[in-house]
């Protein structure tokens, strides 16, 4: 089931009622089923939302994202912290995983980016490219930084003025970065309904990053952010989030995936994701199934 995703911008206040999340502005009162809901973007400084709103949300399994009164993007994540009926033993796999295993799981997981980005810039400047050569070229844990290799060919030719990718960089990184804040929140989000701890990772490894597994398990589906943004400098001429920037960015979420002939919308296909590679840390796989992108 696809859930749903509500964009906040306007002074309101979120309370519940009979299993209900209702949603009062000055002008008009909506109520929304809990249970559709997937993700709530609260980006409004003053927004009230009752603790008892946020408990019923995470006991669904709903992802309360808060965005930043200045910039707009993304700058905190509310989530359910026991969401998996066995999680201290999925745990305890976690953190006794290998590390040749996590390498493994790593060049797996770079090998994925890769394609994906190489299929990606041939979509958008129509000329072919060595992005499969280079992800043949990954080794176990991407010891020769073939990710940095692919990602400083891929930006210089992603877009068609002069690039440069950085995370407080000019427009339209402004654009990127909100959606990758979307996806990583939505995988945080897939990874702890696996039973997953999101603190550990098993490349990102900073002190200081509560999310690192989601910023691993993100990577190949950077390119789906990618793309909507393409689009939207193609499409509109404004440089700032405007609602309907970040409207457009939020339907990424529900962007069609392809696990081998079925189909999925990308919230639905990232538990799919996440699961296979809490299996990975059990021994019950060996592989994490990243799909298909593109068909």
């Known amino acids: 089931m696809i859930k749903r995703t509500l964009l906040l911008e306007n002074k309101a206040s979120i309370t519940t009622q009979h299993q209900q999340l209702v949603i009062k502005t000055e002008h008009r009162e909506a109520t929304v089923p809990i249970e559709d809901i997937g993700f709530v973007v609260i980006d409004h400084p003053e927004i009230y939302i009752s603790i008892s709103a946020m408990n019923f949300l995470v006991e669904h399994n709903a992802a309360l994202i808060i965005c930043h009164p200045k910039n707009h993007l993304p700058n905190g994540l509310f989530m359910n912290l026991n969401s998996h009926h066995i999680q201290q033993e999925i745990f305890k796999h976690q953190i006794k995983a290998s590390a040749p295993l996590k390498k493994q799981l790593w060049q797996q997981t770079i090998v994925e980016k890769i394609t994906n980005q190489g299929i990606l810039l041939e979509k958008v400047t129509g000329d072919k490219n060595t ?19 692919a990602a400083n060919w891929y930006w210089k030719s992603f877009f068609e003025q002069q690039f440069k990718r950085e995370r407080f960089g000019k427009y339209p990184n402004n654009f990127l970065n909100y959606g990758y804040a979307l996806l990583r929140a939505a995988t945080a989000r897939s990874l702890a309904g696996s039973g997953l701890l999101n603190t550990l990772g098993i490349h990102h490894k900073s002190k200081y990053n509560a999310f690192a597994l989601a910023d691993d398990i993100m990577e190949p589906f950077r390119p789906l952010v990618d793309e909507k943004v393409w689009e939207l400098t193609q499409r509109f001429s404004e440089e700032e989030l405007t609602t309907t920037i970040k409207s457009e960015l939020l339907q990424v979420l529900t962007r069609t995936v392809y696990f081998g002939e079925e189909k999925s919308p990308l919230m639905v296909g990232l538990q799919r994701t996440t699961s296979s590679l809490q299996q990975c840390f059990t021994g019950e796989r060996k592989k994490i199934n990243y799909p298909k992108l593109w068909n």
């Open 131 to 149: 992005f499969s050569f280079l992800a043949s070229k990954v080794l176990s844990g991407d010891t020769t930084n073939m990710e940095g290799v």
